[in-house]
């Protein structure tokens, strides 16, 4: 009987019987104690539940979520509900053509996402009144850390303080903090309703909540003057509905607006994932983190996309990094654009003025029945004065199935948004004991607050108001795409798997999409239980004491582990270890969390072989030993190969005192074989985009939990909201009791996704994880078998064998030839592939990854592919074909170029169209020819063209 396993992965006996025999061992385990030192091999197993089949699954899943109450949402504090309109929802979040795709580094193949891309910016641009927005942030939390962390490094004040009003939410509050304090930050949260007497005297920058996090509306025009006197920068962290009635931030002088875009049609999913969003005044655009879209120029002279700033991403500069954001949120991003480019600036504003209808009826009527409500000027949010009684004034509205937020003893505060009718309205009322309203209602927005301005002017917000132009808008933009349901993507590093349709469908159930993450305990049991057991499968997997699923991306998941580490040297007298050992060949994420993380970054040398150099190890821990914090080593390293070194090298490091870190980027190549809890670690972060099958949407949504030994479970992130949260100072924290700072504004990051890695883990089984890691391992030894004679494979471990990826090394060709990676891999898109990671670890090279879910053609078809081009090459080496005329050269083709009615190229058309083994039917064309990207750097565009430009 086939397993969800069989269906998992590639290939089936008869294709590993003859992948076997081209690598030469004669089952997966003898190849696999062949590749896998002994001294970090894990031989007890995996204590999982069986696996079940993907029916038992969803019905444990339909348990889980029954477990679940939805109640209606007024909590707000920046999560509302929203209707996802249904054709976004089924021809975005559930369409694989736009959750299966990458980040869109090779931008031939990406134009559609970068499309949406380029019109997310743009929304976020014209709504903030800013001139640059980024595409994503992690969250509004995360946003707004970044935006104090910039406002740091282009302020010309010399303070340390950045002021935070106290109407601020109160996870961004927490999230602010937590990245704060290793700076050297100094948070100084102040009352700034009364005006800019309540600043310090000397501040680097100010954050301000628009709307407050009251609902309060005010204006900051003169907190805004008084920070620019002192050359402070100001960052406005303001809500987009509201947005379309109210001034925007640019338009009161904001250098930096910062926020979410969760209430444009993402679901709430108990707190993510969603899209934050980054938008600068000019002049601030290259201080930017994140990816940033932008206009340039194909090789025939056509506008084209792709991202800008980007020698793989601007700010992730090893130790100089600012910003250590890589996985963003793209896919929500998307949906959150197409909920603009469907209801358009009209559709948008009439939404925002219901909404805020509701709200002006909802304190109309609660003030004709004798109660308090604070603020006379308000979008969507009153607070609301009920001396002692809010608890049961909560409670009585929960038992009619509405969530209100309990302020204090004293206050409730209640949010409207697009899904609020007046039933909920009567409900709100009830629980007041106010009778329900009939009378007038007056706006409540303070009219010199009105926004004139246009925004989203642009026709790509007017052309789409049917849904038939919506469904062909959207299907347009996919089929310029390569995604994983055209073919495979061998990205080393990414592990771009099978992302099973059986994981993907829960997350659409309202049950786990319309929670909101502050939701009571009683409502959330269910989503509770499933990251309970997430956490502890997980735990089982590394070997770890403790897991947090917490940070919503690989690069959070280091910050966190980074942080748990100091906070543990910290709580026994250790301050002064401030110093983060990396070795040469690390992702660049990792330095630019140990620096976030308040640490001196240290590189070790590798050696020839590829190798962590233990030598220069031993000369950096002597020459640092009382100041060694940690050291972060990714395993199997980023050259894909099992070093038998890693435990040495953790024994030298905690000899010293250090803690060590291991990336568990790569976990794809241990699951089942080895426990980094068990080999030496004490903190790993995991890529649950990667090993556990969460899809990448583009370039995000992701999962960074981190698994930590238990010395370092006191220090995992603590819950935004909690009394935990930051406001209570270290010491009291590193009494081990009190939690670390919080990485993310929700308590499990994004929840909304974790069915996605619960699923896997609960249909594979021990048995079929093991089994998946055994096919991956093998898959990388094939190609790299195969391709060996072709390409020279850069690393290997014992007995020649990579791990789950393999390095192929074209610099020796490049040499001789002139043809670069960049050739080939564009070369590929006309071969119908998406091409390996390029020039990452080691620039001139590929990495092949190609997972255990490619099954034997496919992998035959990439060798083939790139034996043909190896031929192509020879044919440039040789003269066959001049240097600047050859089809690597001029790849990729398009059809449009195929097909011009010149011709004038050094081979015929048919070789750049059809090249070996590529069928006539179903090819992928690339929408455009290689794309220009330094000119487009040069003349940075990052909001969308006006129409003329295409003609
Ligand atoms: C992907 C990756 C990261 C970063 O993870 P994100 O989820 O993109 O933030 C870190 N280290 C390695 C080795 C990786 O491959």
């Known amino acids: 009987m086939n397993t969800f396993a069989d269906r998992h992965i590639g290939p089936d006996r008869d294709s590993e019987r003859r992948m076997l025999d081209q690598v030469g061992y004669g089952t997966v385990d003898e190849l696999m104690d062949a590749a896998i030192p002994e001294v970090i091999r894990w031989h007890g197993g995996l204590n999982l539940p069986p696996a079940a089949s993907e029916a038992e699954v969803i019905a444990e899943l339909r348990a889980l979520a029954d477990r679940n109450t939805v109640n209606v949402s007024m909590i707000g504090l920046g999560y509302y509900g929203t209707h996802t309109p249904a054709v976004i929802r089924r021809n975005v979040l559930e369409s694989p053509a736009w959750y299966t795709a990458y980040t869109p580094y090779q931008p031939e193949i990406s134009q559609g996402r970068l499309e949406a891309l380029l019109n997310f910016q743009t929304m976020i641009a014209d709504l903030t009144g800013l001139t640059t927005a980024n595409s994503s942030m992690l969250d509004e939390g995360t946003a707004a850390a970044e935006a104090m962390t910039l406002a740091r490094r282009s302020s010309k004040s010399g303070s340390p303080v950045y002021v935070v009003d106290a109407d601020t939410l109160p996870q961004t509050l927490a999230v602010i903090e937590g990245r704060a304090e290793p700076l050297g930050i100094i948070v100084q949260v102040r009352d700034l309703s009364a005006g800019a007497s309540a600043l310090p005297a000397d501040f680097f920058g100010l954050h301000l909540q628009y709307p407050g996090a009251s609902g309060v509306v005010l204006d900051h025009a003169d907190l805004v003057t008084a920070a620019h006197e002192v050359g402070a920068l100001v960052t406005v962290a303001a809500d987009l509905l509201a947005l379309t009635l109210l001034r925007s931030p640019g338009e009161i002088g904001a250098d930096i607006a910062a926020g979410t875009t969760q209430r444009f049609g993402v679901p709430m999913g108990f707190g993510g994932p969603h899209a934050g969003y980054l938008a600068v005044r000019k002049g601030l655009e290259r201080t930017l983190p994140g990816r940033l879209v932008g206009v340039s120029r194909d090789a025939d002279g056509a506008p084209a996309y792709r991202l800008a700033l980007q020698t793989r991403e601007q700010h992730i500069r090893r130790e100089k990094a600012t910003s250590n954001i890589c996985t963003a949120q793209v896919l929500l991003a998307v949906i959150a654009s197409m909920y603009a480019v469907y209801h358009g600036p009209d559709g948008l504003r009439d939404i925002a003025r219901r909404t805020h209808a509701r709200a002006a009826k909802l304190a109309a009527g609660l003030r004709a029945g004798g109660v308090t409500v604070s603020s006379e000027a308000f979008f969507d949010t009153v607070t609301v004065s009920v001396p002692g009684r809010a608890a049961a004034v909560v409670a009585a509205a929960a038992a009619q199935g509405v969530n209100l937020r309990q302020v204090d003893a004293d206050r409730v505060g209640i949010a ?49 108001r049917s849904e038939t132009a919506m469904l062909r808008y959207l299907r347009r933009l996919s089929d310029l795409d390569y995604a994983l349901d055209r073919g495979m993507i061998p990205l080393g590093s990414c592990t771009m798997k099978l992302n099973a349709t059986t994981e993907m469908e829960p997350i659409s159930w309202p049950e786990f999409a319309n929670i909101h993450p502050h939701a009571p305990a009683a409502q959330t049991s269910g989503y509770r239980e499933l990251i309970t057991s997430l956490e502890s499968w997980l735990a089982e997997v590394t070997g770890y004491d403790a897991v947090s699923v917490q940070p919503n991306a690989g690069s959070q998941g280091e910050l966190a582990g980074l942080l748990a580490i100091r906070g543990y040297h910290r709580s026994r007298g250790g301050h002064d270890r401030d110093v983060c050992l990396i070795p040469s060949s690390a992702h660049g994420t990792n330095a630019a969390s140990a620096v976030m993380a308040g640490m001196r970054v240290v590189v070790v040398a590798c050696d020839e072989n590829g190798n962590v150099d233990l030598v220069d190890l031993d000369a950096k821990i002597e020459q640092h030993a009382s100041r060694l914090a940690a050291i972060m080593v990714t395993y ?8 038998t070194g890693i435990a040495s090298l953790c024994a030298k490091v905690h000899d010293a005192g250090g803690q060590v870190y291991v990336d568990g980027a790569n976990l794809n190549a241990l699951v089942g074989f080895a426990k980094p809890g068990r080999f030496g670690a004490d903190v790993s972060h995991l890529n649950l985009h990667k090993t556990f099958c969460i899809p990448h949407g583009g370039g995000g949504p992701g999962v960074g939990p981190i698994g930590v030994r238990g010395h370092l479970a006191p220090f995992l992130p603590g819950d935004p909201l909690g009394a935990t ?27 909304g996704i974790l069915p996605i890695p619960w699923a896997y883990l609960r249909m594979m089984g021990a048995e079929g994880l093991t089994r998946a890691t055994g096919a991956a391992v093998l898959a990388a030894n094939y190609v790299a078998a195969r391709l060996r004679e072709h390409y020279p494979v850069l690393y290997s471990g014992n007995k020649g064998l990579v791990a789950h990826e393999c390095i192929l090394d074209l ?26 990671t390029m020039s990452f670890p080691v620039a001139g090279t590929l990495m092949v990854e190609p997972t255990e879910s490619e099954d034997l053609a496919e992998l035959d078809r990439f060798c083939d592919a790139m034996i043909a081009i190896r031929g192509e090459i020879e044919s440039v080496g040789s003269g066959t074909w001049p240097r600047d005329d050859n089809p690597l050269a001029n790849a990729p083709h398009t059809a449009s170029m195929v097909s011009g009615d010149e011709w004038s190229h050094a081979y015929p058309r048919s070789v750049a169209a059809y090249p070996f083994g590529v069928s006539r039917v179903g090819k992928y064309w690339a929408p455009v020819r290689r794309i220009d990207g330094a000119f487009g750097d040069r003349n940075l565009v990052c909001a969308c063209p006006p129409p003329e430009a295409f003609e």
């Open 416 to 464: 409207c948004d697009e899904t609020t009718t007046d039933a909920h309205l009567v409900l709100v009322w009830k629980a007041f004991g106010v009778p329900a309203y009939t009378g007038a209602v007056e706006a409540a927005l303070p009219d010199a607050l009105a926004r004139t301005s246009d925004f989203l002017t642009h026709p790509v917000f007017h052309a789409h």
């Open 636 to 643: 199997p390293s980023t050259h894909g190969v099992y070093e």
């Open 725 to 751: 949260a930051s406001r209570t100072s270290h010491s009291a924290r590193a009494g081990g009791t009190a939690g670390g700072a919080a990485v993310s504004a929700a308590r499990h990051g994004s929840a």
């Open 811 to 836: 610099r020796p060709l490049t040499k001789a030839t002139g043809v670069t990676v960049d050739d080939v891999a564009k070369r590929l898109i006309d071969y119908g592939f998406h091409a390996p």
